[in-house]
């Protein structure tokens, strides 16, 4: 049985990661709230954007833009992998991990894989991995999302697709459905599956069916050849903020059980203790009897 | 037929305007335009530059716009921006010291310039200061 004082500093030490444990979780409920409210004010942008370009997408042709042509031979593949960048956060960062590595697996084994990866919990898999890391963007998770990171790793995606450097591209990211809910994501970007398929899934409610028909300037063309662009800056940006807002509520709920098991731990040792405590106390007493009783012969 | 002309500015950080308005002019891709209410259906690109519009108390109020779409309905002009600024929130300061930045990255030519990124930070920085 332990000693008395080796389960008093036990039960010291657990309250002590009770207190951390607690303050993680106040913190990520305050974040959790910023994380959200930025992924509420990007929803009128969001869907206002796909509701002009669900509207253009439906008047102009297949071939508007070389961004939606899909290549006869898939040799080289992307995969944009959104984690966080600090742990803590119960199986977030492993699920997303395991999502891209079944995937690599299944899907792209006789392809040549290159990582992009937002967060620092993806990256450091990705450096033991034989696939090269194409960029990696720390710093960008969790805490306040540009738009602009988003667009100028868009911009350089759609480069080198345009180059011929890869030929698809894939984003994985935890999607935020709600406070007990984050699924790991897959999404092909590029090339941009097709028009109907943009339309369709962001399909948002229109005022009685009122479709306008727009006078477009320039053409319909060349202002879709514009937007499909910014659809995958969006589409990045919605990954990033979702995986933020994720990242959070994950770490909320974790740090909630870890809270409550430092609590179960806390009683059980307590119990412990005062057991010890009362053992040793009989122990003492039933001297003290002993000796008296010798003393009386 | 609205009464009004509706004007909303949304970027993705937040929606910048939303209030009825008298006029609205944008920087269109393919020049400057003017909206009032009644206007018809009309849909283009929006280079870096100003929108003006005139409050319904008349006050003309001017705005920054990095560039974008915009959306003309017969009563309602919804601008998508990437971002976009008032003008009390201008940073003049941040302006001038991207606009000398970027003169000297274009004045150098050196191999490894972006000249079209550098074009495109001038052209933000001095539309920034034209409207201060």
Not at chain 1, 97 to 125: H, M, P, Q, T
Not at chain 2, 46 to 53: A, D, F, N, S
Request: aromatic share 6%; glycine share 6%.
């Amino acid at each position: 049985m332990a000693t008395l004082k080796e389960v008093k500093s036990k039960i010291v030490s657990v309250k002590k990661t009770k207190q951390i444990t607690s303050a993680m979780k106040m913190v990520a409920t305050s974040r959790l709230r910023g994380a959200q409210n930025s992924m509420e004010a990007f929803k009128p942008y969001a869907s206002k954007f796909a509701d002009v370009l669900g509207s253009i997408a439906g008047k102009s042709g297949g071939d508007a833009s070389p961004l939606l042509v899909p290549r006869d031979e898939v040799k080289k593949v992307a995969l944009i992998l959104c984690t966080s960048d600090r742990g803590l956060c119960g199986g977030f960062n492993t699920n997303l991990i395991s999502k891209a590595e079944k995937l690599i697996k299944s899907e792209f084994d006789d392809k040549d894989v290159s990582l992009i990866c937002f967060g620092k919990k993806g990256r450091d898999w990705a450096k033991k991995q034989p696939q090269p890391i194409e960029d990696e963007f720390i710093g960008v998770v969790g805490g306040t999302v540009e738009f602009s990171v988003a667009s100028s790793s868009g911009q350089k995606m759609i480069d080198s697709f345009l180059e011929g450097a890869v030929d698809e591209v894939y984003l994985i990211y935890s999607k935020f459905v709600n406070m007990a809910r984050q699924i790991p994501t897959i999404k092909q970007i590029l090339p941009i599956p097709s028009l109907e398929d943009v339309a369709e899934e962001k399909e948002v409610e229109q005022d009685e069916g009122f479709l306008p028909e727009h006078i477009c300037e320039p053409s319909s063309d060349a202002l879709l050849g514009e937007m499909l662009p910014k659809n995958i800056f969006i589409q990045i940006y919605d990954a990033l903020l979702q995986t933020s807002t994720s990242e959070h509520a994950a770490r909320m709920s974790s740090m909630e059980n870890a809270t409550k098991a430092c609590e179960d731990i806390v009683g059980e040792l307590q119990t412990i203790y005062n057991k010890t405590r009362q053992a040793g106390i009989t122990a003492d007493l039933m001297d003290i009897v002993g000796g008296a009783e010798a003393l009386k012969g | 037929m609205a009464e009004k002309l509706f004007l909303e500015v949304v970027t993705p950080q937040k929606a910048i305007v939303s209030e009825e308005v008298e006029i609205v002019v944008a920087p269109g891709s393919e020049g400057e335009f003017g909206v009032l209410k009644g206007h018809t259906t009309f849909l283009t690109s929006l280079k870096i530059g100003t929108l003006r519009y005139k409050d319904t108390k008349g006050k003309e109020r001017f705005l920054f716009i990095n560039g974008g779409f915009a959306e003309v309905l017969p009563n309602k002009v919804t601008i998508l921006a990437e971002s976009a600024e008032r003008r009390q929130n201008i940073d003049v300061e941040r302006a001038k010291m991207a606009k000398d930045r970027a003169e000297k990255r274009l004045s150098e030519k050196r191999e490894d310039t972006d000249i079209v990124r550098a074009e495109a930070a001038l052209r933000r920085a001095v539309h920034r200061l034209k409207i201060k």
